[in-house]
């Protein structure tokens, strides 16, 4: 009876209910923010990965409209190189690159021309819109007599970005 | 009852946790929708990656069809997949062209395309372009991770010339096969062949309705008679553009003059010459006496006779050899292997002077003892071959005049060797169709 009385009394309430209630608001706050912020770095993601296939369009558009005899590397061909980690250069091997990630096995050999325009080296890009920036790295394989694959490999600087994204298309020249 | 509405609202106990958990419902709601949305863009962002991936990949399906056209130069009726079928195979609709397997790239893209025959499929055109019996429709499918695209590309090709792929022996005017020849090949000529006694043609003589009828010396014979075949063509070489690919330095480095002055090839007696592979450019040639020509095996020799061809030519008219090749006493073209020279490796075009005057010297001279392995294209000139010969190959000339003994046999090497810039390969106009055809049994619909 004593029990019932002090359950229905009010002293005492409005701190217990006060001290759970900023506990759950605590924990429902915490909980939102980690929400908010994954939603923000799948937003960057987003975003880069956006600016990223543009980038790899852009580069891969330009390199089949280069005429046949200057689709390949600069005479030399580009060289692995183990830096920054990840670097797509390391997937280099002699004069072949590995040209499939889920096929580490399918390599073809780098062309390398006496008039090829295909630069050996990456480059910075950069995007003035989103002032995103990252590195395209760009590879000529033979895939036969007269078929070349162009492969454009973008990567993006900075937190919370997707991986690499790789680009490829096939570009052949008439048997005449 | 308004009296306990006003109590349970004075009553301020259990308050603050519903208005918390009011609040936190509405946040969380407000941060699910941004979630959603978010991911929502996370999942359009990777399908425009997607996208990009699988315009690649039908992009290398165009232009891999068209490689395969080319190299196949499969006959107007037929389909191309990674070989030429006909229309309404491999799963194909009635009168459609079958579609090849998945073909990967790499990263998870793929491609598949179809060769239409130029009745079986149309695609768009250009504004004002008329389009040939020759143009082809190909229609190629990229696809990454289920995100497809679709293109379409008329494609013209118009196949090489191969001039040696019915006779070994081809004359535009006329063939005249003196003594005792035996003639290991079909011989064709717009013309007239003329087979001396004790000659033998092993094989047909290939004429149009428009021709003469052979004329046979006694003893004379052609094993396979008489074979009526359309008119022979006689297509002409691009002979007017300036030349800049060439090997001619490589001849600079080897010889001085007088032999080789940048124009002329004169060789002295007995000299031997060794020619690496590539195309040469001469105004004439000249090996008077036991020479060799040598091609290292594997090697393939293009050697242009011009000549002087009017204002445009750099050649003298009134050098002895201009637009000549002259080989005589002993005289040896491409031997090599010993055991079994090819034909293909050695390849002659004459831009010729004088199709039919046997009162001057002919533009292509091949007297005494001379052993020839390879083609010559010569439609414009008269080849003249005489005394002892042995040749193996194939010859088009104007007028092909063989004198005393000897023999020509066909080297079916070169029933597929084109005749340089005959093939045409051009791309006429390119569009973006819906994902899937329009009608399933037409894959070239849904392009417009």
Redesign the interface.
């Known amino acids: 009876m004593r029990f019932i009385e002090r359950l229905r009394g009010e002293r005492g309430m409005t701190l217990i209910e006060l001290l759970v209630a900023a506990t759950i608001c605590a924990v429902g706050t915490i909980a939102t923010i980690g929400v908010i912020d994954t939603s923000r770095s799948v937003s960057v993601k987003s975003e880069k990965r956006d600016a990223m296939a543009h980038q790899a369009e852009r580069e891969l558009e330009r390199l089949m409209e280069l005429p046949w005899a200057n689709l390949g590397h600069v005479v030399v061909r580009p060289t692995a190189n183990p830096t920054p980690a990840g670097n797509p250069s390391t997937y280099i091997a002699g004069d072949s690159y590995k040209y499939d990630r889920n096929n580490p096995s399918a390599t073809e050999q780098l062309v390398a021309l006496v008039d090829g325009q295909v630069p050996n080296t990456s480059a910075e890009w950069d995007d003035a819109q989103t002032r995103l920036t990252g590195r395209v790295y760009r590879y000529v394989t033979r895939v036969g007599a007269n078929a070349r694959r162009i492969t454009v490999v973008v990567t993006a600087n900075g937190e919370h970005s997707p991986p690499e994204l790789l680009l490829s298309s096939i570009k052949t020249t008439p048997v005449l | 009852m308004r009296r306990l509405l006003n109590r349970f609202l004075r009553n301020?106990?259990?308050?603050?946790?519903p208005?918390?958990?009011g609040?936190?419902t509405v946040?969380?709601g407000l941060?699910?929708g941004?979630?959603m949305v978010?991911?929502e863009?996370?999942h359009?962002?990777?399908r425009?990656?997607d996208s990009?991936?699988a315009?690649?990949?039908a992009?290398?399906g165009l232009?891999?069809a068209?490689?395969k056209?080319?190299?196949l130069n499969p006959g107007v009726d037929k389909c191309v997949t990674l070989s030429p079928v006909d229309p309404g195979t491999s799963g194909a609709a009635p009168g459609e062209c079958p579609m090849t397997d998945w073909q990967p790239?790499?990263?998870?893209?793929r491609y598949r395309y179809t060769v239409a025959t130029p009745t079986s499929g149309s695609c768009p055109t250009v504004p004002g372009f008329t389009p040939s019996g020759l143009d082809r429709c190909i229609t190629s499918i990229g696809e990454v991770n289920g995100i497809r695209r679709r293109l379409q590309l008329r494609f013209y090709?118009r196949p090489?010339f191969l001039p040696w792929g019915h006779a070994g022996l081809v004359g535009k005017n006329k063939v005249d096969i003196g003594l005792n020849k035996t003639i290991n090949s079909p011989v064709g000529t717009n013309g007239q062949v003329l087979l001396g006694n004790n000659s033998q043609i092993v094989g047909d003589i290939k004429i149009p309705d428009t021709a003469a009828p052979p004329q046979f010396g006694q003893h004379a014979s052609a094993t396979l008679g008489v074979t009526e075949v359309p008119e022979w063509q006689f297509p002409e070489l691009d002979w007017a553009t300036p030349k800049t690919d060439h090997n001619n330095a490589y001849l600079d480095a080897q010889l001085d003059p007088p032999v080789w002055d940048g124009k002329y090839l004169k060789l002295n007696q007995q000299q031997d010459i060794t020619l690496v592979g590539g195309t040469y450019y001469l105004c004439g040639f000249d090996a008077p006496n036991g020479n060799t020509i040598n091609v290292p095996d594997g090697q393939f020799v293009r050697m242009y006779i011009l000549g002087d061809r009017g204002d445009s030519s750099w050649c003298n008219e009134n050098d002895p050899v201009d637009g000549r090749f002259v080989i005589k006493n002993d005289g040896v073209v491409n031997p090599l292997p010993v055991t079994d020279p090819k034909a293909e490796q050695f390849a002659l075009f004459v831009y010729g002077t004088d199709p039919d005057n046997h009162d001057n010297p002919p533009d292509v001279d091949m007297n005494n003892g001379v052993a020839f392995w390879g083609t010559i294209w010569a439609p414009n000139s008269t080849i003249q071959i005489k005394n002892n010969q042995t040749i193996k190959g194939g010859f088009t000339g104007g007028t092909i005049d063989m004198k005393n003994n000897g023999g020509f046999s066909y080297d079916s090497d070169i029933a597929n060797q084109?005749l340089p810039?005959t093939?045409?390969?051009e791309n006429l106009s390119w569009a973006e169709c819906k994902r899937d055809p329009a009608t399933a049994t037409d894959p070239e619909s849904g392009c417009s």
Not at chain 2, 12 to 17: F, I, M, P, R
Request: glycine content about 12%.
């Open positions: 301020q106990s259990g308050v603050a946790l208005v918390v958990l609040s936190l946040v969380t941060a699910a941004t979630f978010t991911v863009g996370n359009a962002s990777a425009d990656r990009k991936k315009l690649g990949a992009e290398a232009q891999m068209s490689l056209l080319t190299e790239i790499g990263n998870g893209a090709f090489p084109a810039g093939a045409r390969a």
